[in-house]
């Protein structure tokens, strides 16, 4: 009904007010939507509405009171939801069937979710429900056997907030990685790449049953690999005492030892 292009630079608490010009409609209406853009949400506060509407049609004038009633003063410190909480929120929404509107079948158990953000952070799941996929125009959750539930649930936080949770175990990140890795998803990649990594500075013990796993992989997770073989050069001592050691195939003991004797006369050069 009206839009006024134009803002005020200033940052004055000091109220401004306006006079919009409304067009005409054949309508009736008891409400009136006033948008604020969000980029100026910093400068913008309601603080009392009282006047008096006139809307005048020919032969007719209508006389509408309109009263919205807030605080005196404009509270700088009033609490506006960030959009990691916004996201969150969103995210708790998925144990709510009734905010969805695409659901999951994983182990028996339904898992709701948004399409609009799915498609929107994982081009996997953008061509799963948007393109050409027969579960498209499917009526029924959308059955995935390639995952587990748990996984899957931690892959939706991550795909709503951008982080997995600070309190992952090492075998979900693990397998966050792999799932990650197998749909395409980078940057769902990339973060469980880190967690895995901050395990392994701590947990040396875990080194050797990582090492065979992301060989095979090879070469998929090759960052993870060289980050590997730096660590085993790091603590070669500690971890050739390890019963798992001496039953590695003897390619793999030979290809660790390699490996790490080339990164120790680098870092003396």
Known sequence: MWQRKSRTDNKSSTPNIFKPILRRYHLQSNTIRITFDPRYADRIGIQAISKNLFVHIPHVVYLFHIELI???KFDENL???TLP???????EQIFDQNKTDVQFLIDNRIVNAHRNILCCRCLYFRA??????NEKNQQKPIELTDIDYETF????FFIYTGTYHPTISYDLALKCLIYSNKINFSSGKDAA???ICCYLRFNHHLILSIYCLIKEMSPAFDCLLDY???LFARYMNEICLEKEFFELDKDLIIDLIRQSSQRNNQEKK
């Open 79 to 81: 609490h506006r939801i």
């Open 128 to 133: 799963l429900l948007l393109d050409d996929f």
């Open 85 to 91: 909480e916004a996201m969150l929120k969103l995210y």
């Open 228 to 230: 590997i073989y730096e």
């Open 193 to 195: 790449l880190e967690k």
């Open 70 to 72: 807030g605080s005196t």
């Open 153 to 156: 649930i931690e892959l939706l």
